[in-house]
């Protein structure tokens, strides 16, 4: 028993340093290299956002960064690469490749973190107004060498701006487009779907496209479940991302925080772990956001401590929008159904107040169930007494706090099953 338990603990703590967690940023750069009438290199200039920038990245050291509002220039592609990304002794972020149907001037763009991650595939799923891009990339897992990995794909989109039936229109069909590409392309993985909306409500066409889409199983899913009528209200305002700017500069919008446009949406897949990616709770937020400047650019009173005062600045002069960002969990190893077993174990995952396991052996057996964090704390023991017929269990893990959780099945000989869950 002393040696199975050992190789369990082994199995176990070999599964734990497999594990990896991917920090995604999405953030409107607002005319990144890109000159205008309004925007310029008084009032937008290059070097001073590259130091802004500069300084956000390192603060949330992202694995994944999709940014909108960037110069066509393939040189302001290399430029925020190897000025912003690629600095201070950083050397692993990579870019995706460029690829433009659209006339517009201003595109999306992808970085990626070389050591986690490698670009799959780079391609667009409509170009109506402008490109919406999708970028798949994959995890460089232990597996990898056996042709086995998780994959995650990055839609980024920046849907057509302004008020009005008009432009509500035009990203309805962006959004139906977009959705109607993926779900040509039949491959059910872990999407993000994630960009500057420009959407003042939930009930606008182009959101409910996403979160509602006629085929079920490519529907999106709000990580914080904030969905309303975000725009100047202040019931949203922990929530809202733009405008960081209460006054005209010229270039940025300005009015206040009193719009959300800006979203990181998590498919069904990453929601539930179906794919061996799943949203980390509690881990979305618009940086730089307190929820105490309704109406008011990020650095008026009262003072902002959602994030370091260098941060908080930097954000306020580099764009007009607040990106959003959140974590995953990469987890290959956990995935693990059951050893060779009599036994049978089918339960919800995930779960929230109640843990309802229906277990079938081909023999009478007394087992013992665990419940165990990550860390391998012990949380839950339950003695049981199984038979030929299926047996259903109510587990109390109320108590538990949300997050992910090892449940095990063990007889007086050995380990009978292991299993990953999730707690909402």
């Not at 959101?207 to 009528?229: T, W």
């Not at 089918?346 to 057996?365: A, C, G, Y």
């Amino acid at each position: 028993m002393r040696l199975l338990l050992i190789l369990f603990t082994s199995i176990f703590t070999l599964s734990l340093t497999s594990q990896d967690t991917l920090t995604v940023l999405q953030y409107n750069l607002l005319y990144y290299g890109e000159i205008t009438d309004w925007c310029d290199n008084f009032n937008n200039n290059i070097n001073d956002k590259d130091d802004y920038l500069r300084t956000i990245v390192n603060y949330v050291k992202p694995d994944i960064f999709a940014v909108n509002e960037m110069s066509k220039s393939p040189s302001i592609h290399l430029h925020l690469l190897d000025q912003v990304m690629n600095t201070n002794g950083i050397n692993h972020y990579k870019k995706a490749d460029f690829l433009s149907q659209d006339a517009y001037n201003i595109v999306n763009m992808l970085y990626f973190n070389s050591e986690k991650l490698a670009l799959h595939s780079h391609t667009i799923a409509q170009s109506y107004i402008r490109d919406i891009d999708v970028y798949k990339l994959y995890h460089l897992s232990d597996d990898l060498i056996k042709g086995d990995t998780a994959f995650v794909i990055c839609v980024v989109a920046h849907l057509k701006s302004s008020s009005g039936t008009t432009n509500e229109n035009k990203r309805k069909v962006m959004a139906e487009n977009t959705m109607n590409y993926i779900n040509s392309i039949n491959d059910d993985d872990n999407y993000l779907m994630m960009g500057d909306f420009n959407v003042y409500s939930a009930d606008e066409p182009a959101y409910q496209e996403f979160i509602n889409y006629s085929n079920p199983n490519l529907r999106f899913n709000d990580p914080i479940d904030q969905e309303g009528d975000w725009n100047n209200n202040s019931d949203f305002r922990h929530v809202h991302t733009q405008s960081t700017h209460a006054d005209n500069n010229g270039c940025a919008s300005y009015g206040g925080m009193d719009d959300r446009f800006d979203f990181i949406l998590i498919s069904n897949n990453i929601k539930n772990g179906l794919k061996n990616v799943t949203y980390i709770p509690n881990t979305y937020k618009a940086l730089g956001q307190d929820g105490e400047h309704f109406n008011k650019s990020i650095n008026d009173s009262p003072t902002n401590t959602s994030v370091p005062s260098d941060v908080l600045s930097a954000l306020y002069h580099n764009s007009d929008h607040l990106p959003v960002t959140l974590k995953l969990l990469v987890d290959k190893n956990l995935g693990i159904n059951s050893w060779i077993s009599d036994i049978k174990m089918n339960l919800v995952n995930p779960f929230k107040d109640e843990l309802l396991l229906s277990i079938n052996s081909t023999q009478l057996k007394n087992i013992e169930v665990q419940i165990v964090d990550l860390t391998g704390k012990l949380q839950l023991v339950k003695q049981l007494s199984v038979s030929g017929n299926s047996s259903k269990h109510n587990l109390p893990v109320h108590r538990l706090k949300p997050g992910f959780y090892i449940i095990r099945i063990l007889d007086k000989n050995q380990l009978l099953i292991s299993r990953k869950v999730v707690k909402l």
